[in-house]
């Protein structure tokens, strides 16, 4: 029986440690790395599209809302009858909203201010000038102060 050239086997396992770093040079391994690559980069875009789209949604279901409140807000002709309340660009609604056109009468400069920086209104100009800019922006069109 032939026994293993052992000089034979050290010399190739010598020979294959010298080539190993050269793998990296296959082209196989850099079209992999640079698929992982792509796909990574295509998981951020697909999360990024994701929160746009999640985005999107949220505006025109905010946007469909202010629509249908100004619209019944436009019929308000007693100032105790209520107001519908639009949503902030969030989603939410406002603190202390008011509740009638009364209510918008009677409240401070402070509130009114208060309500037209939360829907990303300017507050300029005195309180006649911002409860009016408020009704409008309300849709209430009918109503004076």
């Known amino acids: ?8 086997i ?22 992999m790395e640079s698929l992982e ?7 951020r875009n697909s999360e990024q599209v994701s929160q746009i789209t999640q985005n999107f949604s949220l505006a025109l ?10 619209s019944i ?15 902030k660009n969030d989603g939410t609604l406002p603190n202390d909203y008011p509740r009638n056109f009364s209510e918008i009468q009677s409240s401070s400069e402070e509130a009114i201010k208060s309500l037209l920086l939360e829907y990303g209104q300017s507050i300029e100009g005195d309180v006649i ?17």
């Open 73 to 87: 807000n436009a019929t308000v002709r007693d100032s105790h009858a209520k107001i519908e309340p639009l949503l």
């Open 10 to 31: 050290s010399e190739s396992l010598k020979v294959l440690a010298g080539e190993l770093p050269n793998l990296q040079n296959l082209p196989v391994l850099t079209v």
């Open 129 to 145: 000038a911002c409860k009016k800019r408020l009704l409008s922006y309300l849709g209430i069109v009918v109503l004076y102060i």
């Open 1 to 8: 029986m032939t026994q293993p050239n052992l000089n034979l």
């Open 61 to 70: 279901s905010t946007q469909e809302q202010r629509m249908m409140a100004r």
């Open 37 to 43: 690559r792509t796909a990574k980069i295509l998981e």
